[in-house]
């Protein structure tokens, strides 16, 4: 009965059918070669790793290793946090919430990363509070996190990365330290300039900048600064801090109003959403996938909170992952988070289809050979095969994103690498080493 139906079918149904037989075996025989690549590899078996591939044409898992176990996905959190933007922000980044009365402007912050941020340098906030004729008073309180995300190393808070959490960040709320030609240093903004102190005692080693962990005291030590230094360091929030940023920005008095934010206060709109989005993804910017998650609850309530904006994501956009995931902040820099690769895959498939545009997909992210944090990952190349997104720790180290194959296919990837004490060179070389196979063959 079925070999009669089948030769009665139109040619159409017929030869699509065959095309989808023949694809389901090139798959199996892919998922046989892919399986023998990594039996052979010595350094895959010395530590936890998971792997998932999926045919984004065929909408088909194609092979997995321990796919839906649980790893430390470190910024590979990014994607999530990627695809929660795509589907929550407006095209144009909600920089301020304000409103007018007959002499006074006051305004709310919304997470916004962009103002003056040192890559975007966007004034939209700037021009706005700059250009009003009326006295203006800034209401914080929006944010009801912590400084920190859930699960931050607190030894790191003096480095670039881990910059802290607020609504109305300003200058990527770090301060900028950078050597000039006569063996000493400039400071940006140079209100912090007063805050640096010389360590007299410390005359050896190369020139340092650390600051004091509960204010914003600069110590350094007593030796020549190289022309060629610099540093970024995030500064202690605190309102007092931020309105007088604020004010020396603006060169004009800036008010602090304790007063809740009201319904039909108006949006000032600022930055493209999506260049704040592949300035964090190109280099892994933390700060703004932060700043990013507060921003995409915004319109949610009148506060701003993280995991607020994580539980409305999963219950809303994200509930038909695979396996439940632990995610607790934008950046990855928790070891709190845990995803597994096929949970990986389901949100770059979904990515893909939101954004519905591969090419400006892309572009969005690093590719191999060629850009972002997978420039040196692969051979320099103009014509980059891997697009995705990295993740990293201290024996952690991922990659997850997209592979075009020689054979004009795309194929969704997640190759997750926990507790390993190798050098991360050589798993970095290993991951390379198996999806390039997967490019070259298939």
Not at 378 to 400: A, C, E, R, W
Request: with cysteine.
């Amino acid at each position: 009965m079925i070999f009669r139906q089948l030769f009665k079918a139109p040619v159409l149904p017929l030869a699509l059918l065959i095309y989808l037989l023949s694809g389901c075996s090139a798959d199996k025989m892919m998922a046989h070669k892919v399986s023998k690549e990594f039996r052979k590899s010595e350094i895959i078996k010395q530590y936890m790793v998971g792997f998932s591939l999926f045919n984004l044409q065929a909408k088909t898992t194609v092979f997995e290793k321990d796919g839906d176990k649980q790893f430390t996905p470190a910024s590979n959190t990014k994607l999530y946090t990627f695809y929660a933007s795509l589907k929550m922000i407006p095209e144009r980044m909600p920089a301020l919430r304000y409103i007018e009365t007959n002499d006074s402007l006051i305004f709310w912050g919304t997470g916004d990363p962009s103002f003056l941020q040192s890559e975007l340098k966007d004034k939209s906030a700037y021009n706005f509070l700059a250009g009003s004729t009326k006295k203006l008073f800034y209401s914080p309180g929006r944010y009801t996190g912590n400084f920190f995300g859930a699960g931050w190393a607190w030894d790191d808070y003096n480095d670039y990365y881990q910059a802290e959490i607020n609504d109305l960040p300003l200058l990527d709320n770090t301060v900028w330290v950078k050597g000039t030609q006569n063996g000493n240093f400039s400071v940006s903004p140079k209100s912090f300039s007063s805050c640096f102190v010389k360590d007299s005692t410390q005359t050896a080693g190369d020139f340092l900048v650390k600051r004091n962990f509960n204010n914003n005291e600069f110590a350094y030590n007593a030796v020549a600064v190289k022309p060629n230094f610099v540093q970024q360091i995030p500064f202690k929030l605190s309102n007092a801090t931020t309105v007088g940023l604020l004010a020396d920005t603006l060169h004009k008095p800036i008010g602090l109003i304790d007063r809740n934010m009201p319904a039909n206060a108006k949006t000032l709109y600022g930055a493209s959403r999506d260049s704040v989005l592949k300035a964090m993804l190109l280099p892994s910017d933390n700060f703004l996938a932060e700043q990013l998650l507060l921003v995409c609850g915004d319109k949610l309530s009148d506060t701003l909170n993280t995991e607020k904006t994580i539980q409305y994501v999963l219950k809303n956009h994200l509930q038909g992952l695979p396996q439940k995931p632990r995610w607790v902040d934008g950046s990855g820099l928790s070891r709190m988070n845990l995803f597994t690769p096929n949970d990986m895959i389901a949100v770059l498939n979904l990515i893909y289809t939101e954004v519905n545009n591969p090419e400006k997909l892309f572009d969005m992210l690093p590719a191999g050979g060629k850009s972002g944090t997978l420039k040196n990952a692969y051979p320099k190349t103009d014509k980059p095969f891997v697009f995705g997104k990295t993740g990293s720790l201290t024996g952690i180290h991922n990659q997850s994103g997209y592979i075009l194959t020689k054979k004009g296919k795309i194929y969704i990837y997640s190759f997750m690498n926990n507790n390993f004490i190798n050098p991360t060179a050589a798993v970095r070389n290993e991951m390379v080493r198996i999806v390039t196979y997967i490019h070259d063959n298939f």
